[in-house]
C-alpha cells in the first residue's frame, strides 16, 4: 500500500508552492467512485485585499459549479482566514491539523492557487482512477526520510496550460499565466526605485542598470558608501558591509518617508545587480491599494511552524506601499547591527506588527538559468537577480524589456528564452 501524491509531472515540489496545485491522499477507505464531498479544497490565499478576492472569487466558482452539478457542496477553505496561518503556504504547517480533521471523513485534499481554475467533472473524472488511500503522515514521511517513501504520481490531467490552450479539453486544472492589470498600470511618478550599490560596484553594476531598466522608471537613486556625480550616488553615511545591509536599507526607509514626495506611494529597492521591468510593475501595482500597508516581492521563510516568519528576498526586488513604510518606521523595530540581513530583520518586522507579506512569484531572487524551463515558461516575469556568468544585457532584452509584448507572440518568446 503506498500514499499517493499527485502533481503535475513537470515540476519538483520545491517550486510548486508557485504553480497549480497539489492533492493529498488522506485515508484507508477504498472507494469505487470518488464524490465531491469527499474533497477539501484548500486555496492558497493571501490578506492583501486582491487576493483575498481572486481566492474567493475562485471558492464561489467551485461551488456553483457543485450546485449545477445537484451535489452536496464540498468544503472550500481559504488558508488566510485560518487562525494559525503564517508559513501555511508551505503546506507542511497544516499536515497534522488536516489529518485529525479531515482524515476520517475525507479522501483528498486538494491544494490550489488563487488563480488555478478547476473543471469540477474533470476533476472528479480524474480523481476517480485512484483508489489506494493511506493517511496523511506517510506524506511527511517522504520529504524527512529523505524520499525514502511514497513517489510523486504525474497526472497529466493537472495542467498549467493557460486557459485558452487547445488543451483545456482534457485538463482537470489550467492556470492563469496573464500578468494581473486592474485598471490603467500605476504613473511613472508613483514608483521611486532606490539601487542598493557601493563604490566598488560602480563601474561594473551601474552601467548594466543605465543600459537597461533605468530608462523605464521616472524616480531613481542610487544608494552608496561613496558620493560619485557622475552617476550620480548618494552617500547615506552608512558604511558598506560585506552582507546583510539592513542599516542601508532602514536609511533608505527614512529618506523616502522624510524626504520623497509625499505623493509617491510606492517605492521599489533593488540591488545594483537586479534585473527588473519597471513597466511591467507599474501593471501589477494597479491591482495593489497603495492606502494599505503592502510589503510585496518573492516570498520565503524562516523557522516557519516553529515561531518563525515570511519574508521577501531582497534580491528579487522589495516593493512597499508608503503606509507601510510609514508603519515599520512609527514601531521603532530596526536592524540590531548594519550588516544584518535586511530582508529577514523586515519580515521580522512585519510579522511582528501583524502585517502579513505578499508574495508574487514574478519576482526572481535568482537568473534565469536557475529555473526550470517549464517553469518560466508560465510566467511573464518581473526580475531577476545576480549578473554571474551570464550576459546581464542579454538576460534583460530576452525576458524582461518592454518591446516584448509588442515585438514578439508567445512562441517566439519561448523560442529565444530556451536558447539563453
Not at 202 to 230: C, F, M, N
Not at 271 to 282: A, E, Y
Not at 331 to 344: G, L, T
Not at 390 to 409: C, G, H, N, Q, R
Request: net charge negative; with cysteine; glycine share 6%.
Amino acid at each position: 500500500m503506498h500514499s499517493l501524491w499527485c502533481t503535475n509531472s513537470i515540476f519538483s515540489l520545491a517550486v510548486v508552492r508557485n504553480l497549480s496545485l497539489i492533492l493529498f491522499s488522506l485515508n484507508i477507505f477504498i472507494s469505487l467512485f470518488t464524490e465531491l464531498q469527499e474533497i477539501v479544497f484548500v486555496i492558497q490565499s493571501q490578506s492583501n485585499s486582491f487576493h483575498s478576492k481572486r481566492a474567493e472569487d475562485l471558492e464561489r466558482n467551485i461551488l456553483k459549479q457543485a450546485e449545477e452539478l445537484g451535489k452536496e457542496l464540498p468544503r472550500v477553505l481559504l488558508i488566510h482566514q485560518m487562525d494559525r496561518h503564517d508559513g501555511a503556504w508551505t503546506i507542511l504547517p497544516l499536515m497534522q491539523d488536516f489529518s485529525a480533521s479531515y482524515g476520517r471523513n475525507s479522501s483528498w485534499i486538494f491544494f490550489c492557487e488563487e488563480d488555478t481554475r478547476i473543471q469540477i467533472v474533470k476533476l472528479l473524472e480524474t480523481l476517480r482512477r485512484f483508489d489506494n488511500y493511506l493517511p496523511l503522515h506517510d506524506i511527511a514521511l517522504y520529504i524527512w526520510q529523505k524520499g525514502n517513501g511514497p513517489h510523486l504520481t504525474p497526472v497529466p490531467e493537472f495542467c498549467t496550460d493557460d486557459l485558452n490552450s487547445y488543451k483545456a479539453v482534457h485538463c482537470a486544472t489550467m492556470f492563469s499565466n496573464f500578468l494581473p492589470v486592474c485598471v490603467n498600470p500605476v504613473k511613472k511618478e508613483d514608483i521611486f526605485v532606490a539601487v542598493k550599490t557601493c563604490r566598488k560596484f560602480h563601474r561594473d553594476r551601474i552601467p548594466i542598470v543605465k543600459q537597461t531598466w533605468e530608462g523605464e522608471a521616472t524616480l531613481v537613486e542610487y544608494y552608496s558608501d561613496y558620493a560619485e556625480t557622475s552617476i550620480p550616488t548618494i552617500d547615506l553615511g552608512v558604511p558598506n558591509t560585506e552582507r546583510g545591509h539592513c542599516g542601508k536599507t532602514f536609511a533608505i526607509l527614512e529618506r523616502f518617508l522624510n524626504h520623497s514626495s509625499s505623493k509617491t506611494p510606492w517605492l521599489v529597492i533593488v540591488d545594483d545587480d537586479t534585473l527588473i521591468s519597471i513597466f511591467r510593475l507599474r501593471k501589477l501595482l494597479s491591482c495593489y491599494d497603495p492606502n494599505e500597508p503592502v510589503f510585496l516581492g518573492e516570498r520565503y521563510g524562516y523557522g516557519l511552524g516553529t515561531g518563525g516568519y515570511s519574508y521577501i528576498t531582497g534580491g528579487g526586488g522589495m516593493v512597499f506601499s508608503r503606509e507601510a513604510i510609514q508603519k515599520l518606521l512609527a514601531s521603532k523595530c530596526h536592524c540590531y547591527s548594519n550588516d544584518a540581513p535586511d530582508d529577514m530583520v523586515l519580515g521580522m518586522c512585519f510579522s511582528g506588527l501583524g502585517i502579513p507579506i505578499t508574495h508574487c512569484p514574478l519576482f526572481h531572487q535568482a537568473r534565469p538559468m536557475d529555473y526550470p524551463k517549464d517553469y518560466l515558461a508560465h510566467q511573464i516575469p518581473i526580475s531577476f537577480h545576480k549578473h554571474w556568468n551570464v550576459d546581464p544585457v542579454k538576460v534583460y532584452f530576452t525576458w524582461l524589456a518592454p518591446k516584448m509584448e509588442d515585438s514578439f507572440t508567445e512562441k517566439k518568446q519561448r523560442r529565444i528564452r530556451e536558447d539563453l
